[in-house]
């Protein structure tokens, strides 16, 4: 039996304590902490109360097999290459962005992003070899959900995913930038592009509303089909072209479409066999056609036109998650033929195999996880949604030229009252200190009548001026700060202003050349918790200021009014809110905490 | 005479004194002295949207104001004007308690030597830093029931709830505005505390350890009397503070649009809702002249009672 002793029972109380201590310190801080993390969340996220960030999804919309390798493109921006024989991961490379679209030749992949421009990496090392921004000026990136792209010859058109984004990019691979903007604007428009395809020398582009014919040579549109499936508009996900005809997979199933009688010539949807009517793939291998829809695979033989349905083979898990019961999963959106294997790419991140021999899965690869998706855009969509440009501003010019008025009135009535015992200075310091037990709602509704009195006599704006609320902010704040610097002036001996005094000064020279530089510290303090009071007033401010004079906390109490559920803007605002005061408290911490202190310690 | 000649003799001497009080005074004149005395005369006249035109000329109806808020059962101010009083009481009473005693605590637990004391103290001082306006939004956001950290918390995490509870709703809303006030201001008790804890002879500790005495005792008999000048004003500012908080409260609810219900109103957001939503001047002003006589007779008890515990100590 070990006996404690005197000095070990204080060693555990003392640890006992340390833990404790910690414990509250994270508690106390992890609000603050919860308002920069929230800043960084997608809102959706934050309105379904999931505490962690989200990841990028890592679906595999893109493969291609090539000299032994498979390259795999994910939506996240990642590409993985993976060798034939292993199935395990050579090498993978993202470029961290989101809903992105691939087109890949023998030596390149470009990877077309919303939000990064468009990247080129090699195909022998992944390495990136070229980035290239759209320079365009009138759309808002932020906004951008996906991209798509198609190669042929040695050009890239692209488009974004943008429902008002009526534009085709076309990129010369050769000459390595971009060389003509294709406006898409025609009869159906607003038009969102989601898939293209290259036929003879024009573009077709399916999009929500159907399909459009672009003339290259003449860089418009020739013509729009508006694809209707029954009597439903239907979204074309997908264009392949086969034996002279133009197959489209659209949300209303599978549909064969005659341009020169702008018609459906044929149409495959669940009535036909297809379980699930959205088609997001469509895929031609011998005498097969494959579509790779949103519940899993069907397989037609294009000769007899049989359709064999194997959703049965699929079980439906969410996005990141794993499950090893079965081998394939969720919506299918790439699908490739490499000898007897197909391949599905599908949204949860899973590589499938099918042994296309003997109709059955053999095997899968997972892809690795999306990288975190840390939303610093919601700092800049901030921005777009408040003007808090401007109130930034404001709050800065108001409650610096406050900090500054007030400072010169409180220390020169300081300096008077630690100095000399003058009739009525007990009255006037008592007066002083009453001030602050008077509500402050007391002042605001005759301040407030008075504005807008002294506007309708002498035709001077005052409210919604900055002259108004300083003037207000200014006298507001002079009890205080004297009452502290009051301390200051008393901690300086009163031995040096006599020996001065001595020597001829005048008391004003005393006051300047004695007693104010040794009170700057305490200035200091007290003008930056004056600023900090100051930033943080909300009632007057609410009142008396206008459109042009607003401030922070009014500024952000309006957009939380008008946007109630968009909380992740709402923490971005209130974390660029509390930076500035951080800073500056921060900077200055030492002065702050002893004249503050000391100002109580002496009652 | 002679006592006259002698006051201006000695107001002469003075003359660089008033010369540097003058500025203030004039300030103080105009944007306190006439505002506070203005209130008063507005809260006996009847100004509202019709009379605000012709403002001090408006009827003048001596208590009617006073007549409507404190007695009148179904005048249109006094709705929640009961439940504005009862929230501000409670309100007030538990964060200025609770802030005191969390500010002691978290104070003595870091006046005593560890690892990086000057970092943690700093770290401490966060919750100071953040301005109230973001702490009402900020604990607004976590409060939520469905998607709040505090819900998930305490039901998805630790299931200690079997049900997530509202807070912004109800009674529960007390202390949902109760907590972030504390949060936003036991700082600076505990940094007040502290450097009244500093001051304190370390003789006197070892007089206690050489009679023996328990950390308990000691701090009963030592700790806490020789505190109480720091106290007694975290106290008195804790209680003017505290009745006439807004900002937490106006942010929190319907995040700055709403009506913060029954449970969360205190009286500063009533006379705000009243004078500036309703056009109601001379009502808002009579309700905050009332609240000034309460809270002037407030602090006058505590000058009393402080004054005598000093009269007592010596």
Known sequence: MIKITHYMRQRIIKRIIDVVMIIFLVITLFPIFWMVYSSFKDNTDILSGRIL??????AGVEMAADRGFIYVCGADGAVSKIDKTSRKIVKHVSVKSMATSFALDDEYIWVVTGDKGMKQLRKSDLKKVGSFSYHLKDINVSKIASSVVIKEGGKLWLSLELRDFEKVLEFDTSKQKFTSVIDIQNELSPFQVVSMAKYGNDLLLGGDKGLLVVDLDKGKVVSAYPIMVGSITAKVWDIKLHDGKIYLGTSSGAVIFDLKKARNSKVYSSASGL????VNKIMFHGKYMFFGTNRGLSIMDVSTGSIQNLDKLFIPISSGKTSKEKLTSGAILSLIVDGSTLMLGTTAGRISYIDLGKGIPSDWFQLPLGHVLVKWRNYIDMWYNINFGLYLRNSFIICGITMLLAM???????????RFRFPGSNLASNLILATQMIPAIMYLIPIYIMFVKITLITGLPVKGT??????IYSAFFIPFSIWILRGFFAAIPVELEEAAKIDGCSPLQVFWYIALPLAVPGIIATGVYVFLTAWDELMFAWVLTNAETLTIPVGIRLFVGNYQNRFDLMMAAATVATIPVMVLFFMLQKYIVKGLTAGAVKG | MHKKEELWRRIKKFRFAYLFLAPTAIAMLFLHFLPVVQGIYMSFLKLDQFTIGRYLLAPFIWFENYYEVLFNPISPIRIGLFE???NTVIYTVVVTLGTLWVGLIVALMVNRRFRARGLIRTLFLFPWIVPTYVTGLLWGFM?????????VFLVDILHLLPDKPFWLLGPNTLWAIIIPTVWRYWPLSMLMLLAGLQAIPE????AADIDGATPWRKFWMITFPLLRPVWAILILFGIIYNTYSFNIVIMMFGFGAGFPGEWGDL???NIFRNTFQRWNFGMGSATSVVLLVVMIIIVNIWFRYYQKAEEIRG
Do not use: C, K, P
């Not at chain 1, 900055?466 to 003037?471: E, K, P």
């Not at chain 2, 003789?203 to 070892?206: F, Q, R």
């Open chain 1, 408 to 418: 010169v009135f409180a220390t020169t009535a300081a300096y008077a009252f630690s």
């Open chain 1, 275 to 278: 379980i699930s009517d959205h």
């Open chain 1, 466 to 471: 900055f002259f108004g609320i300083i003037l």
């Open chain 2, 267 to 269: 009286m500063m957001t």
């Open chain 2, 84 to 86: 504005a009083v009862r």
């Open chain 2, 143 to 151: 409060w939520q029931r469905g998607i709040g950290i505090i819900n």
């Open chain 1, 53 to 58: 960030l989200s990841r990028a999804e890592n």
């Open chain 2, 203 to 206: 003789e006197l500790y070892e």
